[in-house]
C-alpha cells in the first residue's frame, strides 16, 4: 500500500485532457515538493514536473500540474497516443524520513 | 546533458550481495546527491535511500536499513548501491537518480536488473 494515493488508471480519447490525481498528508505534500513522473513501457522514469508546477525544459506545454494542501493533480491536455505511460507522483515525507511514491496511474489513450 | 549510466545486468543466488554501480556525466558531481529506487515486476517504484555527494549523509528506507550500502567515489563521479543477503523478492531493476537533498529526484539512469534465483 503506498503512502501517496493516485487512481489506479485513467483513460481518454486523443484530443482530449485528462488530470491524475495524488492524495498525501501533512507530512508529505502538504509540507514538500510534489515530483511527477513518466514511465514509457519498458524504459526508466523521466521527470515531467518538479517543486509541485515546474517543467523540465523539453517537457511539453500540453503537461502541467498543481498542488492544494495535501494534494496534487497532474493534467494533460490535447492528450497523445505518445502520452500512454505509467505516471507516478513522489515527495519526502517528515514523518518516515523517506521519498514516498504513489502507487502509479497507467493512462490509456483510447 | 545530464546522464546516469548504471551496470549490467546481474544474476546472483540467495543470500548473496550484488553491487550496482551509477556514473555520472554532465554536471558536477559533488553539488548533488544520488538516490537509489527499485521496481519489481510488474510493480510500481520503491524508495530504496540516498546518499550524497557533497556531505557525509546518507538516508536510507527503514525496511533496508541494515542491507543495503551506499557509497560515492568522487573521482569518478560514481555511486555504488550494494544489497546484501539477497531474496528471491529483491528481484527488481533497479534505478539510480540525481537528487539534491532527497526528495528532488530529476534524472534517472537506466536501470539495472537485479534477478535473484537458486
Known amino acids: 500500500q503506498s503512502v501517496l494515493t493516485q487512481p489506479p488508471s485513467a483513460s481518454g480519447t486523443p484530443g482530449q485532457r485528462v488530470s491524475i490525481s495524488c492524495s498525501g498528508s501533512?507530512?508529505?505534500?502538504?509540507?514538500?515538493?510534489v515530483f511527477w513522473y513518466q514511465q514509457l513501457p519498458g524504459t526508466a522514469p523521466k521527470f515531467i514536473i518538479y517543486?509541485?508546477?515546474q517543467r523540465p525544459s523539453g517537457v511539453p506545454d500540453r503537461f502541467s500540474a498543481s498542488k492544494s494542501g495535501t494534494s496534487a493533480s497532474l493534467a494533460i491536455s490535447g492528450l497523445r497516443s505518445e502520452d500512454e505511460a505509467d505516471y507516478y507522483c513522489?515527495?519526502?515525507?517528515?514523518?518516515?524520513?523517506?521519498?514516498?511514491f504513489g502507487g502509479g496511474t497507467k493512462l490509456t489513450v483510447l | 546533458q545530464v546522464q546516469l549510466v548504471q551496470s549490467g545486468a546481474e544474476m546472483k543466488k540467495p543470500g548473496a550481495s550484488v553491487k550496482v554501480s551509477c556514473k555520472s556525466t554532465?554536471?558536477?558531481?559533488?553539488?548533488?546527491?544520488i538516490s537509489w529506487v527499485r521496481q519489481a515486476p510488474g510493480q510500481g517504484l520503491d524508495w530504496m535511500g540516498w546518499?550524497?555527494?557533497?556531505?557525509?549523509?546518507?538516508k536510507h528506507a527503514q525496511k533496508f536499513r541494515g542491507r543495503v550500502i551506499l557509497t560515492t567515489d568522487t573521482s569518478t563521479s560514481t555511486a555504488y548501491m550494494e544489497l546484501r543477503s539477497l531474496r528471491f523478492d529483491d528481484t527488481a531493476v533497479y534505478y539510480c537518480?540525481?537528487?539534491?537533498?532527497?526528495?528532488?529526484?530529476?534524472?534517472w539512469g537506466q536501470g539495472t536488473l537485479v534477478t535473484v534465483s537458486s
Open positions: 537518480a540525481r537528487d539534491y537533498r532527497s526528495g528532488s529526484i530529476d534524472y
Open positions: 554532465g554536471y558536477t558531481f559533488n553539488t548533488y546527491g
Open positions: 546518499i550524497s555527494a557533497y556531505s557525509d549523509d546518507t
Open positions: 501533512s507530512s508529505n505534500i502538504g509540507s514538500n515538493y
Open positions: 517543486r509541485n508546477t
Open positions: 513522489a515527495a519526502w515525507d517528515d514523518s518516515l524520513s523517506a521519498v514516498v
